[in-house]
């Protein structure tokens, strides 16, 4: 899946990045009441829109380059959103899930956003602060809000961290 022609180690990135994701959504799971299984794989499929948009840009004709990286970076960070919502209705994933997954990036405006979306957000917050991050995608606003829905106080986030790292750590093994 995370193979394009001139993205390679973009899309390695972005895979550890999905990894650390996932498996940090287990973490923040074990802090609230919530089941980590759908977690996991909300954390491991939240930006897969970006994948996507680089497997699709990446395909171009024999002895042709793909565009740079930080050329078409501002036009997928705007779109992959909804091109991981599309990914997940082409794999005709469960409603619930797609319904996480579209709600991840817009949680900071979101009414009710799903219990599923604010781990999703804390765990990729958690990913960035351990090195796992991919492109710059923090938000403050979504993150204060994610925490705040899930009743975690903003201490408990740096209590993770440690173990966060660990856990992270142990994925490069």
């Given at each position: 899946?995370?193979?394009?022609?001139?993205?390679?180690?973009?899309?390695?990135?972005?895979?550890?990045?999905?990894?650390?994701?996932?498996?940090?959504?287990?973490?923040?799971?074990?802090?609230?009441?919530?089941?980590?299984?759908?977690?996991?794989?909300?954390?491991?499929?939240?930006?897969?829109?970006?994948?996507?948009?680089?497997?699709?840009l990446?395909t171009?004709?024999?002895?042709?380059?793909?565009?740079?990286?930080?050329?078409?970076?501002?036009?997928?960070r705007?779109?992959?959103?909804?091109?991981?919502?599309?990914?997940?209705?082409?794999?005709?994933?469960?409603?619930?899930?797609?319904?996480?997954?579209?709600?991840?990036?817009?949680?900071?405006?979101?009414?009710?956003?799903?219990?599923?979306?604010?781990?999703?957000?804390?765990?990729?917050?958690?990913?960035?602060?351990?090195?796992?991050?991919?492109?710059?995608?923090?938000?403050?606003?979504?993150l204060?809000?994610?925490?705040?829905?899930?009743?975690?106080?903003?201490?408990?986030?740096?209590?993770?961290?440690?173990p966060?790292?660990?856990?992270?750590?142990?994925?490069?093994?």
């Amino acid at each position: 899946m995370f193979r394009s022609p001139g993205y390679e180690q973009i899309l390695e990135s972005l895979r550890l990045h999905s990894i650390a994701t996932a498996e940090l959504s287990r973490l923040v799971c074990r802090q609230t009441s919530l089941f980590d299984d759908y977690a996991f794989l909300c954390g491991l499929l939240h930006d897969v829109g970006i994948a996507a948009c680089l497997i699709t840009l990446g395909t171009v004709s024999r002895g042709a380059t793909p565009p740079a990286w930080k050329t078409v970076w501002p036009s997928i960070r705007a779109v992959h959103g909804k091109a991981t919502v599309q990914m997940g209705i082409l794999w005709s994933l469960p409603d619930e899930l797609r319904l996480v997954l579209r709600h991840h990036h817009g949680f900071a405006t979101e009414p009710q956003p799903h219990p599923l979306a604010a781990v999703t957000v804390i765990a990729e917050q958690l990913a960035i602060t351990v090195g796992r991050g991919f492109a710059s995608e923090s938000c403050p606003e979504a993150l204060s809000k994610a925490l705040e829905s899930l009743g975690l106080p903003a201490e408990q986030l740096k209590r993770l961290e440690q173990p966060a790292r660990e856990l992270v750590d142990g994925l490069s093994q």
